[in-house]
């Protein structure tokens, strides 16, 4: 099993902040930050371990926000390169304390705060801060973003899209958006076409949020945006529209020209090791077969149906295979699933239903019994 994210984020990293401010400010009291920093540290789990940090850099810094946030921001490291180039790992996460400094410290500073989430977000994503001024001040925050859609930097144009997902993994939800997020639509537009792959993928992942509540306004969006679309911002579409696939949406399947074909037909769909084991993985194989007169598009998931801690079912799709088949054309497909614990999927014991879905119709379904692990 994975270490946990926290054993990434030990006690040098509290260290490493206070040489940076220290750099910057030579009356920071080092050694008081980092005993008041370190008390209770090791019991902390990683997003705790940054508010931990970031309280103690409010009892550190001037007592002047704006004086402190400025501190801060002049003590920063150069900016991250292209993240398609090169990934920042967990050495980003450094910022996470200045990401809860501006968010639980900055309102009623709104220049302020703008100016350090513009810098921070360039070193690490500023997502969780630009969250709270959204809520605080919808209006003048959304005002502030739409200028940053132009902004040279690809993070801080990121921050537009990635900040403004009402589904944000990891973040409350921005609940204004969930249930209308027509403020946010405006954004996306601008950003649609970006020259960064890293910021339409963005902007695909807030058009995926989208659809979760409001699938048919998502799918007017994507049909407009597909009109006279470039391969990027097909691509951007295709993946915006994932999760409305997987639940085999008439619509958007016809939006990416995956129409219900009934003469494509799944055979001998045979899920093995029988039984499977909790620690290991299941693989499922099956033909995909053209019976019609003419050529055929799909898209084939395979729904699992993973059994519950109270023994109910919370069904997940996995993605097989996107392909053409000519007429009475036939392909052999396989998909493997993990069975090892995950942070976002504990598994249980019992009997799992596994199906194959063609362009949103099941096909073909079996099962296959789980055990304990071993």
């Not at 921070?120 to 919808?138: K, W």
């Not at 695909?204 to 659809?211: F, M, S, V």
């Not at 799944?266 to 050529?295: E, F, S, Y």
Request: glycine share 8%; hydrophobic share 45%; net charge positive.
């Amino acid at each position: 099993m994975a270490a946990p994210l926290k054993d990434s984020y030990g006690p040098e990293v509290p260290a490493v902040i206070a040489d940076m401010i220290g750099r910057v400010d030579p009356s920071f009291r080092r050694a008081a930050f980092l005993r008041d920093a370190l008390d209770g540290y090791g019991e902390l789990e990683l997003m705790a371990r940054g508010r931990h940090v970031a309280a103690a850099l409010a009892r550190h810094l001037p007592g002047d926000y704006e004086r402190a946030v400025r501190t801060l921001v002049a003590s920063l490291g150069p900016p991250l390169g292209d993240p398609e180039a090169q990934g920042a790992g967990m050495a980003a996460f450094l910022y996470l304390p200045h990401v809860v400094f501006v968010a639980e410290r900055g309102l009623g500073h709104f220049e302020a705060s703008m100016a350090a989430q513009h810098a921070i977000t360039q070193r690490f994503s500023c997502e969780l801060s630009i969250r709270a001024f959204i809520d605080a001040e919808p209006e003048r925050t959304l005002a502030r973003l739409a200028e940053w859609t132009r902004d040279p930097s690809l993070h801080v144009r990121r921050l537009v899209s990635e900040g403004t997902r009402p589904r944000l993994p990891w973040a409350p939800r921005l609940r204004r958006f969930v249930d209308d997020p027509s403020p946010v639509l405006p954004l996306l537009e601008a950003l649609r076409d970006d020259p960064s792959g890293y910021v339409r993928r963005s902007v695909a992942n807030n058009l995926n949020d989208i659809a979760k509540d409001h699938p048919g306004l998502v799918v007017e969006v994507a049909g407009r945006w597909l009109d006279r679309a470039s391969p990027e911002r097909r691509r951007l579409v295709r993946h915006g529209l994932r999760t409305l696939v997987k639940a085999g949406d008439p619509a958007a399947l016809a939006l990416l020209g995956l129409d219900d074909v009934p003469d494509l037909e799944v055979r001998d769909l045979v899920v093995g090791p029988a039984p499977a084991r909790i620690g290991g993985a299941m693989t499922a194989r099956m033909r995909l077969v053209n019976g019609g007169p003419g050529p055929a598009r799909a898209i084939v998931h395979l729904r699992v149906g993973f059994v519950t801690a109270r023994g109910g079912v919370s069904p997940r799709a996995f993605v097989v295979k996107e392909l053409d088949l000519r007429p009475g054309e036939e392909a052999a497909l396989a998909k493997t699933v993990s069975l090892r614990q995950h942070t976002t999927r504990t598994h249980h014991p019992g009997r799992h239903r596994v199906a194959a879905v063609v362009n949103g119709r099941e096909a073909a379904a079996t099962a296959v019994e789980v055990l304990a692990a071993s």
